[in-house]
């Protein structure tokens, strides 16, 4: 009796363990997709700036070459604020030129196209379309456009001369989510006035 009670207790402090290993592992909400994927799009309920960070490769497109990726979700309602980017790894093409946006065809709405990955590119403070400030392009009573609702976010990568071999660009969108008590979260599907 003695034993077997010894041996539900080795197995009971054996599953404690894993739990807080499984607990104390690391979860990145929004990794790199491999294949085209849907993003759910984040409201914390305290008053700070949120973002989506992502980075696009060059080889988001199967083959490399000119194309454009879903990169995340923005919330209805979202506020924009402002961008950044980075070039980690050179494209090494000819010209490199990376657009944000929410429309998967070309995705120029956020930030229009900008250069110089071909090289490394140091931090740099993007600009965010002149007019899209706000929630423009992303409530207003605009039908949300989004897979999960809101709107998602697309990165458009157009290259010339020789396809890249290499390459990583970080990108880091700001926003203020819609929980300040005036302005709160909107249903999928739903449209409302801007706030």
Partial sequence: MKIIRNLAGA?????????????????F?????????SFAARIFPTQQTHYIRFSVAYNSCAPAGNCTVKVGSLPYNAFLLRVYYQG????????????LGTTATTA?????????????????????VAGNLGVVLTGNTI????TLGGFDVYATMTFTGSAPVAGLAAFVLEYAAPNDGSCVAVGTGVTAVGC
């Fill in 29 to 37: 909400a929004q990794p790199n997709p491999i294949a085209p994927r």
């Fill in 143 to 146: 039908a949300q456009t989004g």
């Fill in 88 to 99: 980690e790894t050179a494209f090494g093409s000819t010209t490199n030129l990376i657009s």
């Fill in 108 to 128: 120029i709405n956020i930030m229009a196209a900008v250069t110089g990955f071909q090289a490394l590119v140091a931090p740099v403070a993007g600009t965010i």
């Fill in 11 to 27: 197995f009971g402090i054996g599953l404690s363990v894993l739990a807080v290993a499984a607990l104390s592992t690391p979860a």
